[in-house]
């Protein structure tokens, strides 16, 4: 058994949920944060059989992808002053940790 720990984009989430209910993919969700954006995610933690993992891997590529997003930054100029400049950054996607489980209990 594993348990799958994936970070979402909260953008992106709504599709998940959706797609793991349909599936029969049991998980539990938590709300997160990024560290760099401070934009919305969703963690799921989905226990999982072994034979399970490639699906749930898949539902995740087809439903987490990647896009382009403009925002602003912040630089601090050689006076002091704050000007604020937009890039572009990639979000969206998974992150994606599978651990091995030696023991499950559901009580």
């Known amino acids: 058994m594993k348990l799958i720990i994936a970070v979402?984009?909260?953008?992106?989430?709504?599709?998940?949920?959706?797609?793991?209910?349909?599936?029969?993919?049991?998980?539990?969700?938590?709300?997160?944060?990024?560290?760099f954006l401070s934009s919305g995610q969703v963690t799921y933690m989905i226990g999982a059989e072994d034979k399970r993992i490639d699906e749930i891997l898949?539902?995740?590529?087809?439903?987490?992808k990647k896009?382009?997003?403009?925002?602003p930054s912040t630089i601090l100029s050689e006076f002091h002053l704050q000007n604020t400049v937009p890039i572009e950054?990639?979000?969206?996607g998974a992150t994606i940790f599978i651990l091995e489980v030696s023991q499950f209990f559901k009580i």
């Open 8 to 35: 979402v984009n909260q953008e992106d989430s709504k599709k998940v949920h959706k797609v793991f209910v349909e599936n029969r993919i049991f998980s539990t969700k938590l709300s997160s944060s990024g560290n």
């Open 58 to 64: 898949d539902v995740l590529r087809n439903t987490c």
């Open 67 to 71: 896009r382009i997003k403009i925002v």
């Open 89 to 92: 950054v990639e979000v969206g």
